[in-house]
């Protein structure tokens, strides 16, 4: 079965800071990966995805994540963290023909100001 | 344009009793999915709609959780005789096309249900 799980389960960045949040996922075919974000107050909204092609893909907000399929990994990055980026992360991926999504049990990011 | 909307926001419950779920996905979406998510957990995987068909409901924990889809829009998740354990926040998606394979879902607000 596929599961994904992600390594940090709880982050403290001052601002400026580089991020970087490590998920792992477990499947032998061909996966979809997504991480989608959850500010305060707010519902589930995507980051960024990762269908085919360049291993690299830059998201929103400047964001992004690589996709090393080698190590089953699907890190995500961001090279100056700001305070309003605080929220909960979390790592996804989806195979066969739902689209079906397998979270990550997230990670939440606190950024100081 | 409107997001996915569900109601109520917050359901607060006794043991054993039934409850109602509602999902209104975003209008052309053929695709629906229900997920629930436990305090400090990512989102579980519960049921998915291909129009007005469940096309896969292997997330469903057990026969006391039913969805429906009656006219390939809105969806109702239904709990029978619910259990402290069913506390949770329910997820409704909805995504555009056919298959929603790679597709990106757009999440509502959730019903945050509390069992006492």
């Known amino acids: 079965a596929q599961s994904v799980s992600q390594h940090n389960h709880h982050v403290i960045l001052s601002e400026a800071a580089s991020l970087e949040l490590g998920c792992n996922y477990s499947y032998g075919g061909t996966v979809n990966l997504f991480w989608y974000v959850q500010y305060p107050g707010q519902h589930l909204q995507l980051l960024l995805k990762?269908?085919?092609?360049?291993?690299l893909v830059k998201g929103i907000k400047g964001f992004e994540a690589e996709f090393i399929k080698s190590k089953f990994s699907f890190n995500l990055r961001k090279p100056s963290v700001q305070w309003s980026d605080t929220a909960e992360y979390f790592c996804a991926c989806s195979s066969g023909n739902t689209g079906k999504l397998i979270f990550g049990q997230g990670t939440t990011l606190q950024v100081k100001p | 344009g409107a997001g996915v909307s569900q109601t109520p926001s917050n359901k607060v419950t006794e043991k054993g009793k039934y409850v109602e779920l509602r999902c209104d996905p975003i209008s052309g979406h053929t695709a629906l999915y229900w997920y629930r998510q436990s305090l400090g957990q990512g989102p579980e995987f519960l049921i998915y709609f291909q129009g007005t068909g469940a096309a896969d409901d292997s997330g469903l924990p057990n026969d006391r959780f039913f969805a429906v889809r009656p006219e390939g829009s809105v969806s109702t998740l239904k709990i029978q005789r619910t259990e402290r354990g069913d506390s949770a926040v329910y997820l409704c998606?909805?995504?555009?096309?056919?298959?929603?394979?790679?597709?990106?879902?757009?999440f509502g607000p959730g019903t945050r249900l509390t069992v006492l």
């Open positions: 990762y269908f085919s092609g360049d291993p």
């Open positions: 998606a909805s995504s555009p096309i056919l298959a929603g394979v790679g597709d990106e879902q757009f």
